[in-house]
């Protein structure tokens, strides 16, 4: 039986490394028409196991007595509150990854468009460094771009196409910790935290116009953006135990936003199409490499609560926002804004329920050891587009499902969210949209098994 629970997990490591190196060189992670302003859409920090959630996470760490390790029950990060690496168990890292895609169903009073992408979700480590400390080491997309529009303008007998075209995605490599101001065992404590992440990434915007009358030169502008640059996310977590079956939980973050790094290489000309539509430069009009500027990213906030009954139920709340309408980008002396760019507000509820919890479930199947999320958020996306301020809204559910037996710790989070972004007024797309995740979470079982314990006989 030990050989085959270590093969199962060997195989499931090595699916989930291949899928991410699918993922993480593939080209589309995106195919949102609005990721076309500023460095594209912003990927929330968060893993699978609270997407069902409807993303309300900043509230919610490891509850009970955290000296205490029950069976059947599941360890994750929460990455999207450093503040509660504090709650990591001693002797109980965690390891998580995940991939996330998303089914896109786009219209306009012009048609319809289907398209689907893959991209990584997280990959990150948790370490008990200390019995009130907890670290956290990640890689996760910050921001994914990828879009192919065209917009075609009948002027005087010819056409006026006009193609705007963009990819790439910004990415996060980050270390954070948590740590434990206050302890009162399983009545009170309060922790704070830091995620310190490097961004890096490269995103390529293209612009053409083209005529249908030969006669006429046609133009194409490439811009590419190489980004470099470190953010600082703040965390602080309370948590307090009321009664035997009461406790409530309540979650604060926040970002400052920054100036990032930013080199730019612009390569603007005018050509011709050839017999097999393929283009013959006529004259660079602009051309220089490795232009160095900065971005200027958004500041952010979050607050959210979470009260959990007789450890089964969790109500979860929260609200976010952030200010793209003060994102620019800096060249040349010359700042560049985005009208289209206006502050994001969310929010977001959701509910987690456990069926069974408690210490000797060996007759109990999975299903009845899993945990089930519904969520739902709403709110106005960081878009403005022809007047009107686009908004998003989507209901979430999920299943976080034991892996290899009732005893494990380790855990299989599926997330699935259903929502609408964006109209089809004033000539808008909107986008109907399938988004799914599926997450692994990797943790021993400290009663049978330690990681990174020397032992003293084999």
Not at 156 to 167: P, Q, R, V
Not at 215 to 220: M, Q, R
Not at 428 to 440: A, W
Request: proline share 3%; net charge neutral.
């Amino acid at each position: 039986m030990k050989f085959w629970t270590i093969m199962l997990n060997r195989n499931i490591l090595t699916f989930f490394t291949v899928l991410w190196t699918m993922t993480y060189f593939g080209q589309d992670q995106n195919s949102s028409p609005y990721t076309r302003f500023g460095i594209g859409e912003q990927v929330p920090m968060i893993t699978s196991p609270y997407i069902g959630l409807g993303g309300s996470s900043v509230a919610l760490a490891k509850e009970g007595d955290l000296t205490q390790v029950r069976l059947a029950e599941f360890h994750h990060i929460n990455v999207s509150n450093p503040a509660t690496y504090a709650s990591v168990l001693k002797h109980t890292p965690v390891f998580d990854c995940g991939v996330m895609g998303k089914a896109s169903f786009m219209k306009s009073d012009k048609g319809t468009y289907n398209q689907t992408t893959v991209a990584l979700r997280n990959f990150a480590l948790l370490l008990p460094v200390a019995k009130k400390t907890g670290v956290v080491f990640g890689l996760m997309p910050y921001s994914t771009t990828g879009y192919d529009i065209n917009e075609f303008d009948p002027n005087e007998g010819d056409t006026i196409t006009y193609n705007y075209a963009g990819m790439g995605s910004v990415n996060r490599l980050f270390i954070g910790a948590g740590q434990q101001l206050i302890n009162r065992g399983d009545s009170i404590r309060l922790s704070i935290g830091v995620n310190a992440s490097f961004l890096f990434g490269t995103i390529q915007r293209d612009r053409k116009i083209e005529f249908q009358d030969a006669t006429f030169y046609n133009s194409h502008v490439k811009n590419k953006l190489l980004i470099r640059g470190f953010s600082m996310d703040y965390g602080l977590h309370y948590y307090e135990r009321i009664n035997k079956n009461i406790s409530y939980q309540i979650g604060l973050t926040a970002n400052l936003g920054n100036q990032v790094r930013a080199y730019q290489d612009f390569f603007a000309y005018t050509y011709t199409l050839n017999n097999i539509q393929e283009e013959e430069v006529s004259d660079t009009t602009n051309f220089y490499t490795d232009n160095r500027g900065h971005i200027k990213l958004p500041k952010s906030f979050a607050i959210g609560g979470a009260v959990t009954l007789k450890e089964r139920v969790t109500l979860t709340a929260q609200f976010e926002m952030a200010d793209f309408q003060n994102y620019y980008e800096y060249f040349d002396s010359t700042e560049t804004a985005y009208e289209e760019l206006a502050q994001m507000q969310k929010f977001a509820f959701g509910v987690n329920i456990l069926p069974k919890k408690g210490m000797n479930f060996k007759d109990v199947h999975a299903i009845q050891l899993s945990s089930y999320q519904l969520g739902f958020h709403y709110g106005y996306t960081p878009y403005r587009s022809n007047d009107i301020h686009l908004k998003q809204y989507g209901i979430a559910f999920g299943i976080t499902m034991p892996m290899l037996s009732s005893t494990s710790t380790s855990s299989l989070s599926l997330g699935f969210e259903l929502g609408k972004l964006g109209t089809t007024e004033n000539g808008l797309i909107e986008d109907n949209y399938l988004k799914f995740n599926v997450g692994l979470s990797l943790s021993p079982n400290a009663k049978y098994d330690r990681w990174f314990w020397k032992r003293l006989y084999d």
